[in-house]
């Protein structure tokens, strides 16, 4: 199990990775090596995660997540298979924390009868100085 959270772990057989070979400038070196990693990490197989912050993953997740609700990271950036592996852990790691976070409900608002008023006035005002500035025609 790795703990995300004090509340939040998740079991190592829910993540699966796999070394592929990373696209971009680099030469022989990405030719020859399968450095780039591609994390999958099947959210609906968390039982240790709350059905919450499961829905909450899938809509963070966006197009990462594929039609089997499996979030799939890919880290590509480094030369080195294993600090792409370990960016791809840390990117899943911090989406499974801002899942985690419940979000504050939006309070309605509404303004005030006296501010509604005066913003009514004012918009009067600014119209009679324009009506003002009008050109008279003369017929």
């Given at each position: 199990?790795?703990?995300?959270?004090?509340?939040?772990?998740?079991d190592e057989d829910a993540i699966e990775t796999k070394a592929i070979y990373a696209s971009g400038?680099?030469?022989q070196h990405i030719?020859?090596?399968?450095?780039?990693?591609?994390?999958?990490?099947?959210?609906?197989?968390?039982?240790?995660?709350?059905?919450?912050?499961?829905?909450r993953l899938i809509e963070l997740g966006g197009n990462r997540?594929?039609?089997?609700?499996?979030?799939?990271?890919?880290?590509r950036s480094h030369r080195s298979q294993e600090r792409n592996?370990?960016?791809?852990?840390?990117?899943?790691?911090?989406?499974?924390?801002?899942?985690?976070e419940v979000p504050k409900p939006r309070l309605k608002k509404r303004r005030s009868e006296a501010s509604h008023r005066k913003r009514l006035s004012?918009?009067?005002?600014h119209g009679e100085t324009k009506r003002m500035r009008q050109q008279v025609v003369v017929y």
């Open positions: 199990m790795i703990q995300i959270t004090d509340t939040i772990e998740i400038p680099g030469g030719n020859k090596n399968m450095t780039a990693i591609q994390l999958r990490f099947d959210i609906l197989q968390a039982y240790s995660l709350p059905y919450e912050v499961q829905q997540v594929n039609s089997d609700y499996q979030l799939v990271i890919t880290a592996r370990k960016e791809a852990f840390e990117r899943l790691f911090e989406l499974v924390r801002k899942a985690a004012e918009k009067r005002k």
